[in-house]
């Protein structure tokens, strides 16, 4: 891997961006707004739990778990709550004995088991204590590394996918860094070290990205997957007369998250590489730099990455690269206020990746809603 430094473009982008602070104005009106649309959210997915404790219970044990950690972190709700009590018995339902909660044809192993890991962290219960150290476990195990003979060298080094036996991709170890962080594994454990490594080769930048499908380029934003010649949901995009893969939204913010999750600073050359793609690229009304026929596409999922990332980040405002400051917080609200349907759900009318199905997309909506404001959920 490539040695690197802190430009004085990144510290450029440091300096504007903690500038911003000051000028960020007082929000009771929007706390109080975020509190509301999560109430009448709540209210949606207590009324469609399906009989069996579940939401979408065809599909497994998944959305139920992005649903109750949902509900469980609402202080109306809770995790005593029967609605979340029933739902967790669900989930328990998919347990295995080698500390996972899959599917039984465990094509989704990882997805599923991150996001009941995340599930029984913010339950806070001690009954749960042995379930989190055997999901930690789980998802480690599953992480490609040299116990699947994969040197450091390998493209697959560090990542996680969907299975022991499917390519890795940045979705499912942001989401396997996110559980593991929500369930208190420190950022000093060698698992983040690894998924760094991974998640560097998804960035699209050929100064620190060692693999070719990187090379000269300077977009700072990440792509699906470096596996073979790297995947991308948005394309390929021309640069310089050459054709690269085009960085997106939901991935951008994922790796960002993804890279502070793992222990890099702020001024990190990456980070802030990262940084001066979602300022270029600023926008809620849809999925960043996607083409525009595919632009709608995982709107709900870039919404809870976005809110998360820019949590982790810490700043409350975000200078765009056209110099306009954003209060990411009020736009946030404001942006998912006019979506919300007269029942209290979310859903997005481009169903790609179960988009369509309310559940998952007021799910998302609501735990984008609960990163943004930690202190009021």
């Known amino acids: ?138 998802l480690k195990g599953l992480q490609w590394d040299e116990s699947e003979e994969k040197s450091i060298d390998d493209p697959w080094y560090g990542g996680a996918g969907y299975g022991r036996h499917g390519r890795p991709d940045l979705s499912n170890t942001q989401m396997m860094l996110e559980a593991l962080r929500d369930s208190g594994l420190p950022p000093t454990d060698p698992t983040y070290k690894k998924a760094l490594i991974f998640i560097q080769r998804c960035q699209m930048l050929g100064e620190t990205n060692d693999l070719a499908l990187a090379k ?65 690229h600023w926008t809620l009304e849809y999925n960043p730099n996607m083409p525009e026929r595919q632009s709608q596409e995982g709107l709900y999922y870039y919404y809870h990455v976005f809110a998360r990332a820019l949590d982790a980040y810490g700043a409350p405002v975000i200078e765009a690269s056209d110099g306009k400051k954003h209060d990411w917080r009020a736009e946030l609200v404001e942006t998912l206020k006019s979506k919300q349907r007269p029942d209290g759900s979310w859903v997005n009318e481009e169903d790609r990746w179960m988009e369509g199905m309310p559940p998952l997309t007021t799910a998302y909506s609501m735990l984008a809603l609960q990163a943004a404001f930690p202190e009021n959920p």
Request: hydrophobic share 40%.
């Open 216 to 280: 000269g380029a300077t977009q700072g934003g990440f792509i699906y997957t470096p596996h073979g010649t790297g995947e991308s949901k948005a394309g390929t995009m021309e640069v310089d007369g050459r054709k690269e893969l085009r960085c997106y939204g939901s991935m951008t913010y994922a790796g960002f998250k993804s890279m502070l999750y793992a222990g890099l600073s702020k001024d990190d050359p990456r980070v802030q590489a990262a940084l001066g793609w979602i300022r270029s």
């Open 1 to 138: 891997m490539r040695n690197f430094r802190l430009t004085a473009v990144s510290a450029v982008l440091v300096t504007g961006v903690i500038c911003c602070v000051a000028q960020v104005p007082d929000r009771p009106k929007t706390v109080d707004q975020a509190a509301e649309m999560r109430r009448r959210a709540a209210k949606f997915l207590i009324s469609v739990q399906e009989k069996d404790g579940g939401w979408v219970s065809q599909s497994g044990p998944g959305i139920s778990c992005l649903v109750l950690r949902a509900l469980a972190q609402e202080p109306e709700i809770g995790a005593r709550h029967i609605a979340v009590r029933r739902g967790v018995e669900f989930v328990l339902k998919y347990q295995h004995e080698d500390g996972g909660i899959y599917s039984s044809e465990g094509l989704l192993k990882n997805y599923e088991s991150s996001v009941a890991l995340s599930l029984f962290s913010v339950l806070k219960d001690d009954q749960y204590a042995d379930a989190i150290g055997k999901l930690q476990a789980f």
